[in-house]
């Protein structure tokens, strides 16, 4: 049996009926203060403490570290959290920046995301609040979240718990069928494995695909694939190869053999020699073509109750309009959600910033079924911490 084979959940876990929120009470703030000081998972010698990349998984309401070796390998069926932190400033400072995101797989369940998403704001308390938090989703990560890894893998399956339907996996050979292709992310290129469907009718000609038949490992490679993926794929492969010693055939989807492949996969009788499948990561292109306006909210509760009001419909958006007393919601035209918070915001209005976020989303989901807008990546900054990443998505909306 590959490993977690057959380890899933009862149904799919639909991210737009997600209910991840967090409680704003100022007892919910104490607790979750004298949790993080108390984590073992934080308090390991190097959270906060030196730069890099730390990585956890979620399992029966624990944190648990991943190997290093496992990193940018993850399942379907969980959630994790991952925390990157970088030196600021001028070469020498000992400061850090950190930026902590909680990536929920498409099957995880909703006792797996609540507990990433809380420990996700127990972790910034423990980086006293100066953190950047993300909230990231298997079918459209942020750019920021595919640019930590050289290569990003999703397998189906994930890690047993009570709160799991296991499933034996079925006796006949095995079948996985892999999609590796090119994520440009924040200025760089990553590669993306993800594991999709063994059928003909997830092939597409633009990506190499590995087919993994337990006695012998396929490559295709569509007529349309780069260099750069071709030679990925083959790192792959090497890998797959290292744990058992099994032929591998590399086909190009040019030569008329590349026709077993398809064939394999159910395609016997599908009279085709072109393969369009769109990739299941990432907002799709009819999305980006009706991409929104870009908007500016306020959460304030200066009236003695919170309102969420809207500030600017489209551009020219600033670091100008917004206030260090409020929290404001920033919409970069649908590439982006970005929750700033104010350095004298009240606690009720930094409590409910998810909550909010989420809200924002249904009623943009609910104004159109066909939207994609609860694929959204969600991110929180504070004055005086802002990543990069919204410095950057806030001068493009004063420019434009």
């Not at 190997?67 to 990157?84: A, C, M, R």
């Not at 397998?155 to 079948?175: D, L, Q, Y």
């Not at 490559?219 to 349309?224: A, D, F, L, M, R």
């Amino acid at each position: 049996m590959a490993p977690n084979a057959g380890l899933v959940h009862p149904k799919e876990y639909d991210i737009k009926d997600s209910n991840v929120e967090l409680i704003g009470s100022d007892l919910d703030h104490k607790v979750k203060y004298k949790s993080a000081a108390s984590e073992p998972a934080w308090n390991d010698g190097r959270v906060g403490i030196e730069p890099g990349l730390l990585v956890w998984r979620i399992e029966d309401f624990a944190v648990v570290p991943v190997p290093k070796d496992k990193y940018g390998q993850f399942f379907d069926g969980d959630s994790y959290i991952v925390l990157h932190s970088w030196k600021m400033g001028q070469q020498g400072s000992e400061k850090l920046g950190h930026d902590i995101f909680f990536w929920l797989g498409s099957k995880t369940s909703q006792d797996e995301a609540g507990t990433a998403a809380y420990k996700t704001v127990e972790l910034d308390e423990f980086l006293h609040g100066a953190a950047t938090q993300y909230r990231e989703i298997q079918a459209s990560p942020s750019d920021e979240f595919v640019a930590l890894f050289p290569r990003l893998t999703v397998r189906k399956g994930g890690i047993a718990s009570g709160f799991r339907h296991v499933e034996e996996a079925p006796k006949e050979e095995v079948t996985t069928l892999l999609r590796v292709f090119k994520h440009a992310a924040a200025g760089r290129d990553s590669i993306v494995v993800l594991e999709v469907e063994p059928t003909w009718k997830s092939l597409d000609e633009s990506d190499v695909f590995v087919l993994d038949k337990g006695d012998k490992i396929w490559v295709w490679q569509g007529k349309k694939c780069s260099p750069m993926e071709k030679a990925k794929s083959a790192q792959v492969v090497h890998d797959m190869t290292q744990a058992k010693h099994v032929d591998v055939e590399v086909l190009s989807q040019s030569e008329s053999r590349s026709r077993v492949v398809v064939n394999m996969l159910g395609g016997e009788d599908a009279a085709t020699s072109e393969f369009h499948c769109a990739r299941p990561l990432g907002l799709s292109a009819a999305a980006k073509e009706h991409a929104r306006p870009r908007r500016l909210f306020r959460l304030s509760d200066a009236s003695g109750q919170l309102a969420f009001d809207l500030v600017r419909d489209g551009p020219p958006i600033s670091k100008a309009d917004l206030d260090g007393n409020d929290v404001f919601l920033f919409d970069d035209a649908g590439r982006e959600i970005w929750v700033w918070e104010g350095s004298k915001a009240s606690h009720a209005e930094r409590a409910t910033w998810l909550r909010v976020a989420q809200s924002y989303v249904r009623k943009l989901q609910s104004e159109d079924d066909q939207s994609e807008a609860y694929l959204t990546p969600i991110a929180k900054v504070k004055e005086g911490n802002e990543s990069a990443a919204f410095v950057k998505a806030i001068q493009a909306a004063a420019a434009a």
